[in-house]
């Protein structure tokens, strides 16, 4: 069965420092990996996918299939990126639907 | 840019009721859908539409849910006898085709079954 899991629900850093939210996954097949943010009160907006190996906002993520990873990780935090930052699953065997993990509510402190 | 709009933005309602959550979809998308998200939890799928039609549902949409697309432009869900423990955040989502680009989601509507 697909599942998605995010470890930490909050994460606190300082502006500046380096932030890694974690994402592991399980399922079975090739799947394919998000990064979805949500800001407050605003909708979920997506922030990257694995497929398209781009930066967005200086967050990157590498899906690593051997640890079933697709951690996010950005070197240098910022106040803005304060929100709530969801990882979600999709796939053939799931159909057009996405699995999300719960999410992990991250704090920049100036 | 293009949005999903939901309404109402919260909706208070009374063990029992039906409520109506509605949702304009994105103008050219085909394929529509609705998540759930209880206080503290995951997003989840509940269903997908497609073709005037339920394409897929997960276990979380019983018989007290429905959907409907009236009018060619909203995109309803329906709970007919509301549970306390309907109260969540429904997010509407629709995209342009089977795949994920341009899958996206509204703003969402918190019900709060009272």
């Known amino acids: 069965a697909q599942r998605v899991t995010q470890p930490e629900k909050l994460l606190s850093v300082f502006k500046g420092a380096p932030v890694e939210l974690k994402c592991n996954y399980s399922?079975?097949?090739?799947?394919?990996l998000f990064w979805y943010v949500q800001y407050s009160r605003q909708r979920l907006q997506l922030l990257l996918r694995?497929?398209s190996r781009e930066s967005i906002k200086g967050f990157t993520a590498d899906l690593n299939k051997g640890e079933t990873s697709f951690h996010l990780k950005k070197p240098f935090a910022q106040e803005e990126d304060s929100a709530m930052y969801y990882c979600?699953?999709?796939?053939?065997?799931?159909?057009?639907?996405?699995?999300f993990g719960t999410g992990t509510s991250l704090t920049v402190i100036p | 840019e293009p949005e999903v709009t939901q309404t109402p933005s919260h909706q208070v309602t009374q063990m029992g009721q039906e409520v109506i959550l509605r949702c304009v979809p994105i103008?050219?998308?085909?394929?529509f859908y609705w998540y759930r998200q209880i206080l503290g939890q995951k997003v989840e799928f509940l269903v997908s539409?497609?073709?005037?039609?339920?394409?897929?549902k997960s276990e979380i949409f019983d018989d007290q849910f429905s959907v409907e697309r009236p009018d060619g432009s909203n995109f309803t869900l329906k709970i007919r006898s509301t549970k306390l423990e309907d109260s969540a955040m429904y997010f509407c989502?629709?995209?342009?085709?089977?795949?994920?680009?341009?899958?996206?989601f509204g703003s969402g509507t918190r019900l709060t079954v009272v």
């Open positions: 103008s050219n998308h085909l394929y």
């Open positions: 399922y079975s097949g090739s799947p394919e």
């Open positions: 694995h497929i």
């Open positions: 539409f497609y073709n005037n039609e339920i394409s897929e």
């Open positions: 989502a629709s995209s342009p085709g089977q795949g994920f680009w341009g899958y996206t």
């Open positions: 979600a699953l999709s796939g053939r065997n799931t159909g057009n639907q996405f699995y």
